[in-house]
């Protein structure tokens, strides 16, 4: 079951609610008055919180607008990372927010997806009270969050009025995200109600910010984390040194044991295997020469079907390129050259005709040009001698066996 509890400081009162696997547990609301501190006060309220156990459990903050101012930042510099935006906003915080309160702290600053960068002023002097009284009543101030930025978290997508003493702004959140902080004269507060408060009725608004607050997480734009104490830094690196000790003694035994526990299973998985090693390279053979067999069986066929492809492409082209007054009266053709007889008006001429057919290569005239009357019309024959250009085979395939 997650328990979280938050906790707003508002102006003139502290509101808090525990949640219980999201449902309402528990509320808590103390007035405010100048005579008594805030530290009191919040030792007041989170002494009646419920607890489970003697460990100390998690608080998350929200401060109001009397505590914490939110701006968006016009016309900074783009850096690459944020560490360098963050420290350029904490030395120039007098020039780019209106202080109202001594000591302030400035948490990392937040780029949304649109580019804009927003940063966040704390007071300082309310953040040690909070973290006091957290530590007296046994709790742990996990993070301290702006109500503004905790608000976009619960209000997704709306423009909501946030009321605080005698201040009062307008949000606009689009996704999550804060959009747009206006500062208005007056207003009552315009806030969606989450379905865990409703049961509350007409206080559930004063509510808002701490539920928001709880249902924070380290993680959301304008949180602050505080440091953690010294004893409890002290207790977290012991138990990191004695994770280490644990983990190298570990490392230490299996360095030792793991070698033999390995040449003990290596002799066991080879001896098994032994066995079905001879049968093994006995079938190996045999399917080596098999596949050699057909590797030369499709060599034979691709090398056949190839040739076949290209003397019928070379009769085509020959076709296509002789004129119509031409005859091929015989032909010959291997596979490294060939020959044929024409009978053209002018034989010669086929020579030029022969050079756009790219399955003949060399072609020449070979023997003598006769003349001949053939039908009333005079006609040379020629022999002619060419060569068929060699390619790769592209169906050949690798008889490598594996040995």
Known sequence: MTTRLGLEVRDR???????????????????????????????????????????????RVALGLGTAQVKRLDGLPSLRHRSQMTQMVRENAGALFLRTFGAAVIPEVHRTGDGQCWGALLDRAALEMVVVAAQHCRWRVVLVVPTISALARVHVSEVLVLSDGAQHVELTTDRGELRAVRRVSAG?????????????????????????????????????????????????????????SAALAVACAAAVVAPTLRAALFVRREGASAIHTRATELEVARTDAELLRAMQLLNAVGAFDASRGQLTRMLAALGQAIPESTAIVALRVDSIEG??????????????????????????????????????ARLERATFRFRRPRAANAHSIPTTTRR
């Not at 808090?16 to 919040?42: I, K, N, Q, Y």
């Not at 709880?214 to 012991?238: G, K, V, Y």
């Not at 034989?347 to 022969?354: F, K, P, R």
Request: with cysteine.
């Open 339 to 376: 020959s044929f007889v024409g009978v053209s008006p002018h034989v010669a001429d086929l020579l030029a005709e022969l050079g756009s057919v790219d399955q003949m290569a060399g072609a020449r005239i070979v023997g003598s040009l006769t003349r001949e009357t053939l039908a009333g």
């Open 13 to 59: 009162e502290l509101c808090a609610v525990m949640l219980r696997s999201g449902t309402l547990h528990w509320h808590g609301r103390v007035e405010l008055a100048d005579s008594v501190p805030l530290s009191e006060s919040l030792t007041q309220l989170l002494a009646t919180a419920p607890r489970r156990g003697l460990v100390r459990a998690q608080l």
């Open 188 to 244: 009552a507060a315009q806030l969606t109600i989450p379905a865990p408060l409703r049961e509350l009725g007409e206080d559930a608004v004063a509510f808002v910010g701490a539920y928001a607050a709880a249902l924070s997480a380290r993680n959301d734009p304008l949180a602050w984390t505080p440091e953690a104490s010294p004893a409890r830094a002290t207790a977290i690196r012991r138990a990191k040194l004695t994770a280490w």
